[in-house]
T-cell receptor, first 115, second 107 residues
Framework: ETGVTQSPTHLIKTRGQQVTLRCSSQSGHNTVSWYQQALGQGPQFIFQYYREEENGRGNFPPRFSGLQFPNYSSELNVNALELDDSALYLC??????????????FGPGTRLTVL | KNEVEQSPQNLTAQEGEFITINCSYSVGISALHWLQQHPGGGIVSLFMLSSGKKKHGRLIATINIQEKHSSLHITASHPRDSAVYICAVILINQFYFGTGTSLTVIP
């Protein structure tokens, strides 16, 4: 167990709806990253938040947005859902210190199905 | 072109065999992760490397920064090692993942 939790575990939405996924970081971690993993593919980096600010973003459209809260928990919001958004969404938390590289601890993921 | 390439894509081994999974990348990186993903999605970080070699139990990871190449070795493989192994590289604040190597270890 990594101490990183995600909710919900499974979710079914229809095209055009909006969804919010939640991630609770491991205690003491100040950075959270979100990933999308389509079936049979490797994870794709969506974005990273460090101390409540976006700190890096992958090749995802603006309808993918996020928040990090003062307790370092995080949300991933996806607007105007498309069928291709069906995937496993993973979050990973880490402790970032200037000058160091960080190990990521992954949550169990949220399986999103868009119909 | 994917920034991270893994080989092989699929691997079947007999219990006890020595296994090697390779990862090549095309960008300058600050660190490389080896991840293990079991059916159902859970991902565990096995190693994070920025140079040299690390060992944990039966697992060994090496990285050659000049050649932009890393290997994950499993000694005395066991059926519980069956999983997808993913190589991921970190470039500044961007993370790039390989598509994974699916390993099946047969008793």
């Amino acid at each position: 167990e990594t101490g990183v939790t995600q909710s919900p575990t499974h979710l079914i939405k229809t095209r055009g709806q909006q969804v919010t996924l939640r991630c609770s970081s491991q205690s003491g971690h100040n950075t959270v990253s979100w990933y999308q993993q389509a079936l049979g593919q490797g994870p794709q980096f969506i974005f990273q938040y460090y101390r409540e600010e976006e700190n890096g973003r992958g090749n995802f459209p603006p309808r993918f947005s996020g928040l990090q809260f003062p307790n370092y928990s995080s949300e991933l919001n996806v607007n105007a859902l498309e069928l291709d958004d069906s995937a496993l969404y993973l979050c990973a938390s880490s402790l970032y210190l200037v000058g160091s590289t960080d190990t990521q601890y992954f949550g169990p993921g949220t399986r999103l199905t868009v119909l | 072109k994917n920034e991270v390439e893994q080989s092989p894509q699929n691997l079947t081994a007999q219990e006890g065999e020595f296994i090697t999974i390779n990862c090549s990348y095309s960008v300058g990186i600050s660190a490389l992760h080896w991840l293990q993903q079991h059916p159902g999605g859970g991902i565990v970080s096995l190693f994070m490397l920025s140079s040299g070699k690390k060992k944990h139990g039966r697992l060994i990871a090496t990285i050659n920064i000049q050649e932009k190449h890393s290997s994950l070795h499993i000694t005395a493989s066991h059926p519980r090692d069956s999983a997808v192994y993913i190589c991921a590289v970190i470039l500044i604040n961007q993370f790039y993942f390989g598509t994974g190597t699916s390993l099946t270890v047969i008793p």
